[in-house]
């Protein structure tokens, strides 16, 4: 069973910087793909960034350039450093992992389907103040 607990939310001013940590079961990133999403009151999770077992990465346009998505195997921990924050970033964020099918569409149209992902975390609110 892969359990997966987020950490490292917080609140942060327009332009600052954090950084989320998502603690895994043991050998979950030898196994499942890796993607953090978000979601935002009256709006649907959406995906933004995943990484694979190879350290193939992926980003959403909104967060491309600013978000980088990393995972240590030692550690068996993911994370996702957030810079140059903006208001339209707050949402709760979740770590999520899945198979194969959900990597392939990541990684060939930039489509991170939450319904493919069995896996999730209770998620950690962000929230950027302008």
């Known amino acids: 069973q892969v359990q997966l607990v987020e950490s490292g939310g917080g609140s942060v001013q327009a332009g600052g910087s954090l950084t989320l940590s998502c603690a895994a079961s043991?050998?979950?990133?030898?196994?499942?793909?890796m993607v953090w999403f978000r979601q935002a009151p009256g709006k649907e999770r959406e995906g933004v960034a995943g990484?694979?077992?190879?350290?193939?990465?992926t980003y959403a346009d909104s967060v491309k350039g600013r978000f980088t998505i990393s995972q240590d195997n030692a550690k068996n921990t993911l994370y996702l450093q957030m810079n140059s924050l903006k208001p339209e970033d707050t949402a709760m964020y979740y770590c999520?992992?899945?198979?194969?099918?959900?990597?392939?569409?990541?990684?060939?149209?930039?489509?991170?389907?939450?319904?493919?992902?069995?896996?999730w975390g209770p998620g950690t609110q962000v929230t950027v103040s302008s």
């Open positions: 990484v694979d077992i190879d350290g193939v990465t």
């Open positions: 043991a050998h979950t990133f030898s196994k499942y793909y």
């Open positions: 999520a992992a899945a198979g194969t099918t959900a990597r392939m569409y990541a990684q060939n149209y930039r489509d991170f389907r939450a319904a493919l992902f069995p896996y």
